[in-house]
Nanobody, 127 residues
Framework: QVQLVESGGGLVQAGGSLRLSCVASGRTFGNYAMAWFRQGSGKEREFVAAIKWNGEVTDYGDSVKGRFTISRDNVKDMVYLEMNNLKPEDTAIYYC????????????????????WGQGTQVTVSS
């Protein structure tokens, strides 16, 4: 059974930075793409970033491109999201997710591709 646990959320002023972490267990982490999604109040869950199982490919949602960076450590079984120049519209619960299929050649922005999800960590950006 896969378990994903996020941490690092909090309250930050606009223009500030946060680093989210997600630790995985229950599956060979290094074989699976990982992603971050977020869900603001009253909004649909949206794609933020993804990283291929080997770390060689990354993808970002248009609203965070150039501000956020996804990375992973396949020794520590962790994925990170470095968030810079945060904006009030980045306020949301952030979830990490693991691909349902191992060693896929492409990452995906689709929620259905990910079958394991963490509980989420709240990020609040004040103006």
């Amino acid at each position: 059974q896969v378990q994903l646990v996020e941490s690092g959320g909090g309250l930050v002023q606009a223009g500030g930075s946060l680093r989210l972490s997600c630790v995985a267990s229950g599956r060979t982490f290094g074989n699976y793409a990982m992603a971050w999604f977020r869900q603001g109040s009253g909004k649909e869950r949206e794609f933020v970033a993804a990283i291929k199982w080997n770390g060689e490919v990354t993808d970002y949602g248009d609203s965070v491109k150039g501000r956020f960076t996804i990375s992973r450590d396949n020794v520590k079984d962790m994925v990170y999201l470095e968030m810079n120049n945060l904006k009030p519209e980045d306020t949301a619960i952030y979830y990490c997710a693991m691909d349902r299929q191992r060693r896929q050649s492409m990452t995906s922005r689709a929620r259905w591709r990910y079958d394991s999800w963490g509980q989420g960590t709240q990020v609040t950006v004040s103006s």
